[in-house]
């Protein structure tokens, strides 16, 4: 049994690390792996316990929840137009601040909300607008490192962070107060190089507001109030969570559905004559919102059942005996993270030192607020930017402005592992003198 689980382990590593040259969506493979791990324990082991499988299926489902209501979120806050004023704080032909306007708004957000919604978004802003392929092929690349960077140092922007924050191996300010200034770098140093690779004048060709339907288009106001509701409600969760001590995940539903109340009160009139809004794209980011939910519920199905069988007690063992140093397995995860995908391999690593040391130890880098927990969380989702096929909004990128491997290695790659190593030596002085 043993066995059989850890080689369909290794051989979804292989499937997702090579999706991009197979076609094979990642997210069939981790529901695959899921299922079938958990059908062949419980075929060959004589102490299945049911407790034990909702135990696991309950911790992939709330971070499957969350991602469903920020999905939904964003959604709904598209549709009308809420992020319209984006378009018009971006406006200009010069490239430095169109570059660096709109990666600090890519950053922002993804620190608030799932990092491939925020990315899907702003790459078809800046689709839309910059007309030269070769041009969109570079700021996409920086709007990409600029999600993962900003969803890396929030508990609520990538499914790293609020894994280790539902498990309560962080907690919400010390994660974002030690992860910040790492993030910052990483995403600040190759942004630089990459501007420096811009022309002196962007090709840009400025298009009117959608065409929303009848009576549909909300005014600035109402547009401004569902912004603060959506993205505020979502930075109140670590407060409501403080104070409850429930799952993120209900904060979340809570703020969609405080956020559908105001949406269907401002757009009465428009429900009322049975017209619903022009969509510009929210086909395009379902989709990927359920490859991505069915992709975590898949991994973390697949590691609940492979820490029931012990080998990955076994593993954590070896590993701190051959290699010690967490800053090592830091950078090998990063490498990793970079040819895999950036959220298997931080499950890995979670679920392997969970397996050891429990959900936090009492002291050490297993605590809560651990450098191990830190180190996972930022190593994982910088160095899934290293190749573009390390995370979904890489691959995103792939996709949408079909971007070769090669290119992205010859002309991306180096930059990330400037900021990268930079931002990591960042933590680690953090570490040393806190």
């Not at 080689?7 to 695959?32: D, E, P, Q, R, W």
């Amino acid at each position: 049994m043993v066995l059989i689980i850890v080689l369909m382990l290794l051989f979804s590593y292989l499937l997702i690390a090579t999706g991009h040259l197979t076609g094979v969506n990642k997210a069939a493979i981790a529901t695959f792996l899921g299922t079938i791990s958990w059908v062949v324990f419980v075929i060959w082991s004589k102490d299945f316990s049911q407790e034990v499988f909702l135990s696991s299926v309950g911790r992939a489902a709330a971070i499957v929840m969350f991602l469903l209501a920020t999905m939904s979120i964003i959604e709904i806050l598209n549709n009308n137009g809420c992020f319209d004023f984006i378009n018009e704080w971006i406006r200009t032909r010069n490239p430095k601040r169109l570059l660096w306007t709109i990666t600090l708004a890519t950053f922002v957000l993804s620190a608030t909300l799932d990092n491939l919604a925020t990315t899907m978004l702003m790459l078809v802003i800046m689709h839309s607008i910059v007309r030269s392929r070769s041009q969109r092929m570079l700021i996409g690349s920086a709007i990409v490192l600029a999600a993962c960077c900003g969803g890396c140092f929030t508990v609520i922007g990538d499914c790293t962070g609020l894994l280790l924050w539902g498990d309560e191996a962080v907690t919400a300010t010390q994660f974002s107060a030690r992860l910040a200034l790492p993030a910052l770098v990483a995403w600040i140093v190759p942004t630089i190089f990459i501007n420096r690779e811009l022309p002196g004048r962007l090709d840009i060709e400025w298009t009117v507001a959608p065409y929303r339907g009848d009576d549909t288009r909300l005014n600035r106001w109402q547009r401004l109030l569902m912004l603060v509701v959506g993205i505020g409600g979502l930075w109140f969760i670590p407060t409501f969570l403080s104070l409850t001590r429930l799952s993120p995940f209900l904060g979340a539903l809570c703020v969609l559905a405080v956020l559908w109340v105001v949406n269907e009160a401002f757009n009465r009139k428009l429900m009322n004559a049975d017209q619903m809004s022009q969509r510009r794209f929210p086909r395009v980011l379902q989709y990927g919102a359920i490859q991505q939910m069915l992709f975590v519920m898949g991994i973390m199905l697949g590691f609940g059942a492979a820490a029931e069988t012990g080998v990955l007690s076994a593993i954590a063992r070896w590993v701190e005996a051959n290699v010690g140093s967490i800053w090592i397995i830091g950078i090998i995860s990063g490498f990793l993270s970079g040819l895999i995908d950036m959220f298997t391999i931080a499950v890995s690593d979670i679920s392997i030192a969970q397996s050891l040391h429990g959900l936090t130890a009492a002291t050490g880098p297993y605590a809560q607020n651990g450098a191990f927990w830190l180190i996972t969380a930022y190593t994982t989702a910088v160095g899934g930017c290293l190749l573009s096929v390390g995370s979904a909004c890489g691959i995103a990128l792939m996709q949408m402005e079909h971007i070769r491997l090669s290119w992205y290695l010859r002309r991306i790659a180096p930059k990330v592992l400037i900021g990268w190593l930079l931002g990591m030596a960042v933590l680690y002085a953090e570490t040393i003198l806190f």
